[in-house]
């Protein structure tokens, strides 16, 4: 839940990338950090294991207008995809406000997709968050440049039936690479989280 400081008058609200391992959960975010460089205070935090790996998160702030009198302060975090590291994960989700979930679009991909929404649910069931129950979470279907690849890409309508038909979250078709509407992408999440917690203000 977001965290309220009374004394600066601010909401820091927590949004978490989600998704299989090199889906592009941390090229989202240092896209994000370059592109808007110039309106964040701090450095981008990464902290990797003996493989190199990111491992915990990177954060950004964004500021984004007021809920009730409080300026909003966003931070993103991303959570490592293997599943060996499911106890980062969970504890990472500790908090969190809104999801953006990345969904790698190579066919190869299909299967760790869904386990990896599933394992989603369960994580966030952990700390009594309903998934399906209204909260805050935007779909982004990344590496859609590679078909001009010849990589072999899920479509969108496989996509939507395995991840999202019963969520029915909005969604982007997107390159973390290029930045193709990973701009977007946060700005929705960031917009969603925010309606989510001032009816809860309210």
Same mark, same amino acid.
Request: hydrophobic fraction near 40%; aromatic fraction near 10%.
């Given at each position: 839940m977001a965290v309220i400081n009374i004394r600066k008058k601010e909401v820091q609200v927590k949004i978490v990338y989600v998704g299989p391992g090199r889906g592009g959960k941390t090229t989202n975010l240092e896209?994000?950090?370059?592109?808007?460089?110039?309106?964040?205070q701090s450095d981008m935090v990464s902290i990797k294991t003996h493989g190199d790996r990111t491992l915990f998160f990177d954060f950004l702030p964004f500021d984004l207008g007021q809920i009730q009198g409080y300026m909003v302060k966003t931070q *993103?975090?991303? !959570?490592? &995809?293997? =599943?060996?590291y499911n106890a980062t994960?969970?504890?990472? *989700?500790?908090? !969190?406000? &809104?999801? =953006?979930?990345?969904?790698?679009?190579?066919?190869?991909?299909?299967?760790?997709?869904?386990?990896?929404l599933e394992n989603l649910k369960e994580n966030l069931a952990f700390y009594d968050l309903d998934l399906y129950n209204k909260f805050p979470i935007v779909m982004q279907y990344n590496k859609r440049d590679l078909a001009e690849q010849g990589v072999p890409i899920l479509t969108i309508e496989t996509l939507e039936q395995d991840l999202n038909s019963k969520l029915k979250a909005p969604y982007f078709e997107a390159s973390a690479l290029s930045g193709?509407?990973?701009?977007?992408?946060?700005?929705k999440a960031i917009t969603m989280t925010v309606v989510s917690l001032q009816d809860h203000f309210t």
């Amino acid at each position: 839940m977001a965290v309220i400081n009374i004394r600066k008058k601010e909401v820091q609200v927590k949004i978490v990338y989600v998704g299989p391992g090199r889906g592009g959960k941390t090229t989202n975010l240092e896209y994000l950090f370059g592109a808007v460089r110039h309106r964040i205070q701090s450095d981008m935090v990464s902290i990797k294991t003996h493989g190199d790996r990111t491992l915990f998160f990177d954060f950004l702030p964004f500021d984004l207008g007021q809920i009730q009198g409080y300026m909003v302060k966003t931070q *993103l975090y991303t !959570v490592p &995809g293997q =599943v060996k590291y499911n106890a980062t994960r969970k504890l990472v *989700l500790k908090g !969190v406000d &809104g999801v =953006v979930f990345v969904a790698d679009s190579m066919e190869v991909m299909r299967d760790k997709n869904i386990a990896s929404l599933e394992n989603l649910k369960e994580n966030l069931a952990f700390y009594d968050l309903d998934l399906y129950n209204k909260f805050p979470i935007v779909m982004q279907y990344n590496k859609r440049d590679l078909a001009e690849q010849g990589v072999p890409i899920l479509t969108i309508e496989t996509l939507e039936q395995d991840l999202n038909s019963k969520l029915k979250a909005p969604y982007f078709e997107a390159s973390a690479l290029s930045g193709h509407n990973v701009i977007a992408t946060v700005k929705k999440a960031i917009t969603m989280t925010v309606v989510s917690l001032q009816d809860h203000f309210t």
